[in-house]
């Protein structure tokens, strides 16, 4: 179907497959540091990571042109971000997303 890839192209590697939730969380009263990195510059091994809307700023992703990001995922919104084995299945034509998450300034506001 999509890619020229068999409908259950991605489906059929989920069976046994690694399926994270790994909600990230960081003292903030502690480790409030501008700009210190509580995820360095990365991209996931997963298959895809999703984000949903944070309370607090810090995420930023890379676009391919190298620009840097900050995101903001709107209300109701969910962002999808692919990681490695979309990438490998994909054989490169989806690209892994790189991002990182710091303490931004506004963190503090």
Aim: charged share 15%.
């Amino acid at each position: 179907i999509g890619f020229d890839m068999p409908a259950d192209a991605f489906t059929s590697h989920m069976h046994l497959g690694p399926h994270l939730l790994a909600p990230t969380g960081t003292d903030l009263a502690k480790y409030n540091a501008p700009m210190q990195v509580f995820a360095g510059y990365h991209y996931d091994l997963n298959f895809l990571t999703v984000h949903g809307k944070a309370r607090f700023p810090g995420l930023h992703v890379w676009l391919a042109n190298g620009r840097r990001v900050a995101v903001k995922v709107a209300d109701g919104c969910l962002l999808l971000q692919a990681g490695r084995q979309l990438e490998w299945l994909t054989a490169g034509r989806v690209k892994a997303g790189m991002h990182e998450v710091i303490f931004s300034p506004a963190c503090a506001a």
